[in-house]
């Protein structure tokens, strides 16, 4: 029996291609150890290390593990072997040279000190970064002491992340001190001696590489009518029929274009007795997405469900079958009968539906125009479907340009600049009516009521609520919303209530505040001025009983008796902003004496008189939403003439590649050296030829008669029609993982 190599004899003969994916199956490994997983087949570690499973058993063969038959591989034992085999069973000091901001986010990685490497040292030579920490108990030093940080901490590893120019400087200076191993994040050649090892990572290098591949994924479809049909790289899935295969299912059809879609409703289509029936939350928002995600015609969803909207998105490859489908399970889900929800409820499809998407987000269409929590949301609810699996990739591409809009929007105009949103506006309304002269207290009376108006005697516009007592019911994100913004405008004292202690008293101790029970409700209510519940419960919360209870155990205010038996007029008053929805407070408690209830129809109003104060920020925030529409759009349209743009350069490449074996066979066998620099030149000048008429033609494709400069591009360049569509072709297989349809089927007729 022949004997295994011992590590010495294994390390001179690992293939460097073989060293290069250890660390990939480390990470593996050390996924699998976290998981409790003590035993991994070969199949199992090279799908997850993207590898075929005999190269990878080709490559545990040279550490002298081979596993076992019918078990696999021991995790925690090849663990050990591959962290030998790299040298990370001891530990290696590092010293990274450059406190940028590369720099510090290298110094504050966790994953390192993991691994078996130590941050030693950071140097750099700005005077007003030397001595600053940049992550525990690590001070950047100055790079004028290199050698000496070297000697003193044994330094094996030198990171250099400063500009190129300084670079190479830096470079000799570790190898000076003795350092043999560098990382070199500076986009330049780093020229070193013999026995030195340099690893040079280039981002930009590494971005035009995704660029390219990227650019290979966009395609143009032509139906049989003879219409194109567009799309860029992020959607080439709908459109080479992989959206079933991507869903796991059959119930969106795999051969069609696919669209999107918007069915939903808000405050400004509904009122808040159908909003608050239709809203979903919890468990009921998972399986509505579910349900629209398992009907017929849908590829993929999401649904965005607050305070003052419910809306489906859906990628559809039918618009009629899909927003009936839709239509039919929010009914079913509201519990409210199909043709009493239907008029309440608005449709945007393609195009339309990516506008309403991109203002929505940017709080364009937000009850406080504005107002940046919709950013969040849109963002969980993104979350919610990729977690459950039902976000298909036009959506989550959608989403995320949606919120880069949004970001746009809030660091570019003033829209958010005054903080406005449903809690300040809510907690302004109920200062204004808490000042000495307040306004009539049955707001919602069942009559339909006035709108609140400002008292005579304003309150502080920066502590409108100085001096009095607020309690928030609820521990979720509209309630911490709710408690720092009291606290902002000045509130003397603030009581969290919540059914779960624990949340309550980490929200209270936020702002050096209390907590209540909900079931002592009553006397929390007695002590209140203001109340903001926001629970998101199914029922009331705030019942009238409970109210009703309160003005009796209510301590005396100024001029009150003592006794209890004061008359509604004596009463301090108290008022109740409702932000939940469903609703929280029972309508019968704004017919008590002394008690107003503000809820999100009263808040309405106030939104629409913000709105128009910021005409200005709002017609820049649609400039952003038109900017984004017109980029997505320019992306599309250039995708139709991609192929084209491949096919050439694909050519262009050849030509150069039987250039050079022309000249190999003219001057004779070149060297590597020469052969590279000539073949990198050639490739310049190709390049430099190329680049205007394919960034041209891109620009034009989207412009009349766009199409006959694509076809003047394969004219003049010769190029074979069929290595166009064999482009098109590589790219639908190379996404669905099978051969595309020989032609696209018409989409339906809008």
């Known amino acids: 029996m022949s004997r295994r190599p011992t590590a010495a004899q294994r390390s001179q003969g690992i293939p460097e291609a073989t060293i290069a994916r250890l660390p990939v199956y480390l990470r593996v490994l050390y996924s699998c150890a976290e998981q409790g997983i003590a035993t991994v087949s070969s199949e199992e570690l090279a799908a997850a290390a993207g590898v ?3 190269k990878l058993r080709k490559d545990l063969s040279h550490l002298g593990s081979y596993g076992t038959r019918g078990v696999g591989y021991d995790v925690d034992y090849l663990v050990y072997q591959v962290s030998r085999e790299l040298g990370l069973t001891q530990d290696w000091p590092v010293a990274i040279i450059g406190a940028g901001n590369l720099g510090r ?8 000190a993991s691994r078996g490497f130590r941050i030693a040292a950071v ?21 004028e002491a290199i050698e000496e940080v070297v000697a003193r901490h044994g330094v094996s590893i030198g990171v250099i992340a400063t500009p190129a120019a300084a670079a190479q400087d830096v470079c000799d200076r570790l190898v000076a001190a003795g350092v043999t191993s560098i990382l070199s994040f500076a986009p330049v050649t780093l020229t070193v001696p013999a026995g030195v090892d340099v690893r040079k990572v280039e981002l930009s290098i590494e971005l035009q590489i995704l660029a390219f591949h990227a650019q290979r994924r966009s395609v143009v479809r032509v139906a049989p009518d003879g219409k194109r049909h567009y799309q860029s790289g992020v959607g080439l899935a709908a459109l080479a029929g992989g959206v079933a295969g991507r869903c796991g299912r059959g119930g969106a059809s795999g051969d069609r274009a696919m669209s999107v879609l918007v069915v939903g409703m808000s405050h400004r289509s509904a009122p808040v007795t159908v909003l608050e029936r239709a ?9 509505l997405l579910h349900d629209v995600f398992q009907a017929e015609h849908v590829a993929g969803t999401f649904v965005v469900s607050t305070c003052n909207r419910v809306e489906v998105y859906a990628e559809v490859d039918k618009f009629h079958a899909g927003v009936s489908a839709i239509c039919e399970l929010l009914a079913r889900h509201a519990g409210i009968a199909h043709g009493d929800l239907t008029p309440h409820l608005y449709v945007h499809y393609e195009d339309r539906a990516v506008q309403h998407l991109l203002s929505m987000t940017c709080g364009l269409e937000s009850m406080v125009v504005g107002e940046a929590q919709i950013l969040g949301q849109v963002r969980k609810s993104l979350a919610l479907a990729r977690r459950q699996g039902t976000l298909g990739r036009v959506l989550d591409d959608l989403g995320a340009l949606a919120l880069r809009a949004a970001k746009r929007a809030h660091t570019e105009t003033g829209i958010d600049r005054s903080g406005a949103n449903l809690v300040s506006v809510g907690v302004g309304l109920a200062a204004a009516l808490l000042a000495p002269t307040p306004p009539p207290r049955a707001l919602l009376a069942p009559t339909p009521p006035p709108r609140p108006m400002l008292p005579a005697t304003a309150p502080d516009p920066a502590r409108p609520l100085h001096g009095l007592s607020v309690l928030v019911v609820g521990a979720g994100s509209m309630s911490s919303l709710a408690v720092a913004t009291a606290a ?10 919540n059914r779960t202690q624990d949340r309550a008293k980490r929200l209270a101790a936020s702002v050096h505040g209390d907590t209540a029970d909900l079931a002592d409700l009553p006397n929390a209510l007695a002590a209140a001025d203001l109340v903001i519940s926001c629970t998101g419960a199914a029922g009331l919360v705030i019942t009238t009983d409970k109210v009703a209870a309160a003005p009796r155990r209510r301590e005396p205010g100024n001029g009150e008796p003592a006794n209890g038996e004061a008359d509604s007029e004596e009463l301090r008053p108290l008022v109740l902003l409702d ?3 469903p609703r929280d407070v029972e309508p019968g408690v704004a017919d008590l004496p002394g008690v107003t209830v503000l809820g999100l129809d009263s808040l309405q109003d106030a939104g629409a008189i913000m709105a128009a104060t910021q005409a200005q920020d709002v017609a820049a925030v649609r400039g952003i939403v038109a900017d984004e529409l017109a980029a997505r759009l320019s992306a599309m349209q250039a995708a139709r003439v991609a192929p084209t743009v491949v096919a050439l350069r694909a050519k262009a490449v050849k030509v150069v590649e039987a250039e050079l074996a022309r000249l190999n066979g003219r001057v004779g066998q070149l060297d590597d050296r020469s052969h590279a620099e000539i073949a990198q030149a050639m490739h310049r000048v190709v390049d430099k030829l190329l680049h205007a008429p394919t960034v041209r033609v891109k620009e034009l494709a989207g412009s009349p008669g766009g199409d006959s400069y694509e076809t003047a591009l394969r004219v003049l360049f010769d190029l074979d029609p069929g290595a166009v569509e064999a482009v098109t072709r590589a790219d639908a297989e190379l996404v669905t993982g099978s051969p595309a349809p020989s032609s696209a089927p018409e989409q339906e007729a809008r």
């Open 52 to 54: 075929n499973s005999a």
């Open 123 to 143: 140097l750099d030579v700005d005077p007003e970064v030397i001595g600053t920490e940049v992550a525990d108990g690590l001070v950047v030093v100055s790079a």
């Open 105 to 112: 986010a290298l110094a504050n990685y966790g994953g390192f």
């Open 279 to 287: 809203a979903v939350a919890g468990d009921e928002l998972g399986k």
């Open 579 to 581: 932000l939940a929805l």
């Open 488 to 497: 902002r405008l000045g509130a003397e004292s603030i009581v969290v209530a």
